[in-house]
């Protein structure tokens, strides 16, 4: 005989909790409730393995639940990839022109009024 667990998510319902008010209090820290979000965390919460009463507090938290099939996608996020932050190079580049315009700007400023000193000088001198 062939057994299998059958689970909510298997029958195309998922259950939402908003544990937002529960960030601060979590033993664990907000990053393990963060790192959950927008995805079915049944694994990660089944993994680290909480005691009956973190099952009760859970049950405050309840909003609803989703039935699958209403959901645009026709399949469940189980895990998505986290948000990457990427330094482009064009970020990059923009950083070293800001910095070479701070330091060429005044340089060519000064090299002008000296420029132009000198010049108005030269001039005034070959008037004589």
């Known amino acids: 005989m062939n057994s299998s667990v059958v ?3 298997n029958l195309g319902v ?3 909790y908003d544990v937002t008010p529960f960030l601060d209090d979590h033993p664990g ?3 393990a409730l963060l790192s959950a979000t927008g995805k079915d ?3 990660d919460f089944e993994d ?3 005691s009956d009463s973190a099952v009760e507090i859970m049950e ?3 909003v609803g639940e989703v039935d699958t099939a209403t959901l645009p996608s026709s399949e469940v996020k189980k895990n998505p990839a986290p948000p990457v932050q990427a330094t482009t190079l064009n970020n990059q580049s923009s950083g070293i022109f800001l910095k070479l315009l ?3 700007v005044p340089l060519l400023i000064l090299g002008s009024a ?3 000193q000198y010049y108005g000088k030269r001039s005034k001198s070959n008037e004589s």
């Open 7 to 9: 689970t909510l998510a």
């Open 14 to 16: 998922v259950m939402v």
């Open 29 to 31: 820290g907000d990053e």
């Open 41 to 43: 965390a049944t694994a």
């Open 48 to 50: 680290v393995g909480h």
């Open 60 to 62: 405050k938290y309840f």
């Open 102 to 104: 701070q330091y060429l």
């Open 114 to 116: 000296f420029a132009l």
